[in-house]
Nanobody
């Protein structure tokens, strides 16, 4: 099992910044891709950004140029730096890790609210 704990969410004005963290613990060997997803009220969960253990990144078009995903393998922690936040970024943000290319784990989510 892998346990994921997210932190860093909160309320911010449009144009502001937040940094989310996702700390992994437990059976963390062979963690491959890590990623951030978000779910707004009444909408499906959507991909925000992913990063492989080699550092390759992928972003949703809606966040390109504003968000940056990174990971510290030594600390087993992933980050999402969110700049130039917009009200439409308001959602619950979840971290996800894939271990051994098969096992998928989700965090409990952290609320991000952007006021206009």
């Amino acid at each position: 099992q892998v346990q994921l704990v997210e932190s860093g969410g909160g309320l911010v004005q449009a144009g502001g910044s937040l940094r989310l963290s996702c700390a992994a613990s437990g059976n963390i060997f062979n963690i491959n891709t890590m990623g951030w997803y978000r779910q707004a009220p009444g909408k499906q969960r959507e991909l925000v950004a992913t990063i492989t253990n080699g550092g390759s990144t992928n972003y949703a078009d809606s966040v390109k140029g504003r968000f940056t995903i990174s990971r510290d393998n030594a600390r087993n922690t992933m980050y999402l730096q969110m700049n130039s936040l917009k009200p439409e970024d308001t959602a619950v943000y979840y971290c996800k890790v894939v271990r051994g290319f098969i096992n998928v784990y989700w965090g409990q989510g952290t609320q991000v609210t952007v006021s206009s």
